[in-house]
């Protein structure tokens, strides 16, 4: 199962962050989890400054932007490949 996080604080980037990166695990086929990370302090433990930030099995992918839907599949095939 591929755990995706997305950090920020509910802003409209964050939520289409979350659309478009469960979008990409839709269309991929991933198992996956959602979780949005809105405490400051959680998104701050992260290493992360900017939001909307996109966390893959625990690792930051981007940060500050919302990533492209070709960039998201990237990231879960990547993962899904380690994992």
């Known amino acids: 199962m591929v755990k995706i996080q ?4 509910g802003c409209p980037k964050c939520k ?3 659309e478009v990166a469960e979008e990409a695990a839709v269309e991929l086929g ?3 989890e959602l979780e949005k990370v ?5 998104i701050m433990s992260f290493g992360v400054m900017m ?3 996109l966390v893959v099995d625990g690792e930051v992918k981007v940060a500050g932007k919302i990533p492209s ?3 998201l599949i990237e990231y ?3 993962s899904r490949e380690t994992g």
Request: avoid cysteine; hydrophobic fraction near 35%; charge should be negative.
């Open 6 to 9: 997305v950090l920020g604080t």
């Open 16 to 18: 289409k962050l979350a």
């Open 30 to 32: 991933v198992d996956y």
């Open 38 to 42: 809105t405490d400051l302090n959680d």
């Open 51 to 53: 939001t909307p930030a």
């Open 69 to 71: 839907g070709e960039d």
């Open 76 to 78: 879960l095939s990547r």
